[in-house]
Nanobody, 119 residues
Framework: QVQLVESGGGLVQAGGSLSLSCEAS????????MAWYRQAPGKQRELVAV???????NYADSVKGRFTISRDNAKNTVYLQMNSLKPEDTAVYYC?????????????WGRGTLVTVSP
């Protein structure tokens, strides 16, 4: 009874920036960790960045120093600021959150948003 909706994907030139947002909506009583994953064509889905409830952050080595994950608990939203984008960042980016639904926490996935970085 909860959904995650991403926004902000699109086409950007290498070296440019893009900001993604993901808002949780529906019936839930809490959110633990929130994260961004991505999946490029022919590759496995990989963790890009994660932010637990305490606000600490972890990043994949490939994006460290370029991407920033943050969350606004009042808005039930997680963000991903992407700078210095490279063509290899091209992928479908998925929002993920551990959400309290009914009497348990479950992992919920967004539908994904496509980020395309052109040379």
């Amino acid at each position: 009874q909860v959904q995650l909706v991403e926004s902000g994907g699109g086409l950007v030139q290498a070296g440019g920036s893009l900001s993604l947002s993901c808002e949780a909506s529906g019936s839930f009583f809490g959110i633990n960790a929130m994260a961004w994953y991505r999946q490029a064509p022919g590759k496995q889905r990989e963790l890009v960045a994660v932010v637990p409830t305490d606000g600490t952050t972890n990043y994949a080595d490939s994006v460290k120093g370029r991407f920033t994950i943050s969350r606004d608990n009042a808005k039930n939203t997680v963000y991903l600021q992407m700078n210095s984008l490279k063509p290899e960042d091209t992928a479908v980016y998925y929002c993920n959150a551990n959400v309290g639904v009914m009497n348990r926490f479950v992992d919920v996935w967004g539908r994904g948003t496509l980020v395309t970085v052109s040379p």
